[in-house]
């Protein structure tokens, strides 16, 4: 449950809860426990979700102020997906009761790959299933009243972000102006690192350049490269030279520009500090916009 939410009522902490993390078994190989993404997904893959949880009911009640055999608790899970920070559909939703006699839930989910997209969200969440019938003035009395929860999110390989790409006549969009002659752009508000990457960067491709359309059209893969070095490139020079880069990328969350960003740098400097970066892009700027090719080859990660 975050920590900075101040309930109006006793809630239960994370000690009262011995909490298994999710393991995920693909194709029917060996489980294991989930990671950042999905290796080896696609929609016809076979997915198993598990995890287990054990309440310390007795001393849930006493931290809720609930005679524990007044007590009713239900552990709901629900499974969704969707791009972005939050899910855009909700695949299921399970509710299990947690009683003193069975304070126990193990979970085993089979979601449908088919109806997934780029992201798996999976929160687990224990709420009072009941009105209890004593309690003190700061127990939670409401039924569904939220008493603990977590959540964890994983991407789909094969879902990797990507931002959206327009085909516009540049003489519409910039006048008379140096940048009318460019073949391409990328509008993006650098400061903003916590927005969903997909509504952060968009690219522009100059329709009124016939040649530079016909190279993009046909696949051109060095044309794409120096495009991708570009994009990766503005976003990473800023991104480093903010003071308070470490926190920006600690606490980037899913989806966002900062976590793009951030996987970025693990892909072209997997063994380097956000530090020694910076010094590297002060000191040598030009060997710096070099590395964004090693991150362009691998257009996927785009």
């Not at 809630?11 to 993404?37: K, M």
């Not at 055999?69 to 909700?90: S, W, Y």
Request: proline fraction near 7%; hydrophobic fraction near 40%.
């Amino acid at each position: 449950m975050t920590p900075n939410v101040a309930f109006p009522f006793f809630t239960i902490p994370e000690t009262c809860i011995d909490i298994e993390p999710w393991f995920i078994r693909v194709n029917g190989g060996e489980s294991l426990p989930a990671a950042d993404y999905v290796a080896d997904w696609d929609y016809a893959t076979e997915l198993q979700l598990s995890r287990s949880i054990e309440l310390d009911i007795e001393e849930a009640a006493k931290r809720l102020k609930i005679p524990v055999d007044a007590l009713q608790l239900g552990l709901i899970v629900e499974i969704g997906t969707g791009p972005g920070r939050f899910p855009r559909k909700t695949l299921s939703t399970e509710v299990h009761e947690i009683t003193v006699d069975s304070p126990e839930v193990g979970l085993t989910i089979h979601p449908d790959s088919g109806s997934l997209s780029s992201f798996l969200f999976l929160t687990t969440t224990l709420v009072l299933k009941s009105e209890p019938s004593e309690f003190e003035k700061l127990s939670p009395q409401l039924v569904n009243s939220k008493l603990w929860s977590d959540r964890f999110v994983t991407r789909l390989d094969g879902e990797e972000p990507r931002f959206p790409i327009e085909v516009a006549s540049f003489e519409r969009l910039f006048g008379k102006t140096p940048e009318a002659r460019a073949p391409w752009y990328v509008s993006w508000n650098p400061g903003d690192w916590t927005r969903d990457f997909h509504g952060a960067v968009r690219l522009y491709l100059n329709d009124d350049l016939p040649e530079f359309m016909e190279r993009i059209q046909s696949g051109d893969g060095f044309l794409l490269q120096s495009i991708s070095v570009d994009v990766v490139g503005q976003i990473l020079e800023r991104l480093v030279t903010e003071t308070d880069v470490e926190d920006i990328v600690a606490n980037a969350p899913i989806g966002s520009l900062a976590a793009q960003a951030a996987s970025w740098i693990k892909l072209a400097w997997p063994d380097s500090s956000l530090g020694n970066l910076k010094h590297k892009l002060e000191s040598q700027p030009g060997r710096f916009r070099a590395c964004m090719w090693a991150v362009a080859e691998s257009q996927e990660e785009l």
